[in-house]
């Protein structure tokens, strides 16, 4: 049987996503790069600095930003509890099914990594401060 319809275009990832996910990595790359002409990465995680994200106001200014100054240990903590906030929401929307539900449990299972890191560095630092 003919199909009258054919299937959907493929939408691949825009030029621009892809450059904006990129820039990441080149940052982690380059610092990881300079760790020899400088103190360690971890060690130079003292505070934060000044950040904003999310929606913008009709003058083009940030509504929410992360402020300059916040401890790493308090930042790490915010987002582990960010991270467990996402996991459980995450959780209760597992009722799709097909594709949605393996895309669901992989987005999980990538918040419960992420939060399992940030915990262990928050038990190391505790556990080399005690």
Avoid: Y
């Avoid at 934060?48 to 100054?69: I, K, M, Q, Y």
């Avoid at 594709?99 to 928050?122: F, K």
Wanted: hydrophobic share 40%; with cysteine.
């Amino acid at each position: 049987m003919k199909k009258i319809v054919p299937d959907p275009p493929v939408l691949q990832p825009s030029r621009e996503l892809i450059t904006a996910l990129e820039e990441p990595n080149k940052t982690l790359l380059q610092a990881l790069q300079n760790t020899a002409l400088s103190p360690p990465l971890h060690e130079r995680f003292t505070a934060t600095g000044s950040t904003s994200f999310g929606c913008r106001d009709g003058h083009g200014r940030p509504l929410f930003a992360v402020r300059e100054g916040v401890s790493a240990e308090e930042a790490l903590l915010h987002v582990s509890l960010l991270l467990k906030c996402a996991e459980e929401t995450a959780d209760e929307i597992t009722s799709a099914s097909g594709i949605e539900r393996g895309l669901i449990w992989s987005m999980i299972h990538s918040v419960e990594m992420a939060r399992a890191v940030v915990d262990a560095l928050l038990d190391g630092a505790s556990q080399a401060a005690g």
